[in-house]
């Protein structure tokens, strides 16, 4: 019977998938599990999202950091939950990810995902015990073309999230070091959006925005023009956003 090899503490039903998101500066990457099988006498290298059936003892959001910190090693990621998946054709599209799922004794029934979305500096990350499993990579996102079961389209819906998300919330900060360059701050921008932002009326905006300070440093030891440094106030953005309602 379908599901007979599922462990008796998680729920057959019901999974989350997360969608980690690694920001570099010049490119936004994604991180994949290389899943490999054989099937019908040819071997594959598919690539999924991370995921994992709930156990019957957490709530989701407590599955989805479970999932992140097997994965990573990281404690308190930032984690959004931004769809429910339950197409009864989400696992049919492919014959070959359905023999996966019974290679490992997962249900043949349509399972719900709860699908999260994450947002790393890679960069940042790396120096405070960011550690990949084996079978995990980053790829960068524009390069992706097909993904295990309907995990392409979370990603597609996860990255649309993602860009309201930078417009209406100060995401991108969390992203920055403390003091930045409107250099760097625009291609944050132009990164996660994958569009090219006009110099000028970006730096306009900007200097409308009054939890955006300038700061008396500039940059040292560069080839180019030192720029100046500018840094986000938390406290004046939640007044701000406050005083428009």
Same mark, same amino acid.
């Given at each position: 019977?379908?599901?007979?090899?599922?462990? +008796?503490? %998680?729920?057959?039903?019901? @999974?989350?998938?997360?969608?980690?998101?690694?920001?570099?500066?010049?490119?936004?990457?994604?991180? $994949?599990? +290389?899943?490999?099988?054989?099937? +019908?006498?040819k071997e594959y290298h598919d690539l999924k999202l991370p995921?994992?059936?709930?156990?019957?003892?957490?709530?989701?959001?407590?599955?989805? @950091?479970?999932?992140?910190?097997?994965?990573?090693?990281?404690?308190?990621?930032?984690?959004? =939950?931004?769809?429910?998946?339950?197409?009864?054709?989400? *696992? $049919?599209?492919?014959?070959?990810?359905?023999?996966? %799922?019974?290679?490992?004794?997962?249900?043949?029934?349509?399972?719900?995902?709860?699908?999260?979305?994450?947002l790393l500096n890679i960069d940042q990350d790396k120096a405070?015990?960011?550690?990949? =499993?084996?079978?995990?990579?980053?790829?960068?996102?524009?390069?992706?073309? /097909?993904?295990?079961?309907?995990?392409?389209?979370? $990603? /597609?819906?996860?990255?649309?999230?993602?860009?309201?998300? *930078?417009?209406?919330?100060?995401?991108?900060?969390? *992203? %920055?070091?403390?003091?930045?360059?409107?250099? !760097?701050?625009? !291609?944050?921008?132009?990164?996660?959006?994958g569009i090219k932002l006009d110099k000028r009326n970006f730096?306009? #905006?900007?200097?409308?925005?009054?939890?955006?300070? &300038?700061?008396?440093?500039? &940059?040292?030891?560069?080839?180019? #023009?030192?720029? !100046?440094?500018? @840094?986000?106030?938390?406290?004046?953005?939640?007044?701000?956003? #406050?005083?428009?309602?």
């Open positions: 019977m379908a599901g007979l090899n599922v462990p +008796e503490n %998680l729920n057959p039903h019901v @999974s989350v998938d997360c969608v980690v998101f690694g920001f570099e500066f010049g490119k936004l990457n994604v991180l $994949l599990i +290389e899943r490999n099988m054989e099937f +019908e006498g995921g994992d059936l709930v156990r019957k003892d957490e709530d989701l959001d407590t599955a989805a @950091s479970r999932v992140l910190k097997e994965l990573t090693g990281l404690d308190n990621i930032y984690l959004k =939950q931004f769809s429910a998946i339950g197409s009864p054709e989400r *696992l $049919l599209r492919r014959p070959r990810d359905m023999e996966w %799922l019974r290679s490992i004794g997962h249900p043949e029934e349509i399972v719900v995902t709860i699908a999260y979305y994450s405070s015990s960011f550690i990949l =499993q084996s079978n995990a990579s980053w790829l960068m996102v524009s390069e992706i073309k /097909e993904l295990a079961f309907d995990h392409l389209s979370i $990603l /597609e819906q996860a990255l649309q999230v993602l860009r309201t998300d *930078l417009i209406l919330n100060p995401i991108a900060f969390e *992203l %920055l070091p403390a003091k930045f360059t409107l250099r !760097q701050l625009q !291609q944050l921008y132009e990164v996660i959006l730096r306009k #905006k900007v200097a409308n925005m009054p939890f955006i300070s &300038q700061i008396n440093e500039k &940059q040292v030891e560069v080839s180019h #023009k030192p720029a !100046q440094y500018y @840094s986000f106030n938390r406290k004046i953005y939640i007044k701000t956003k #406050k005083s428009l309602f």
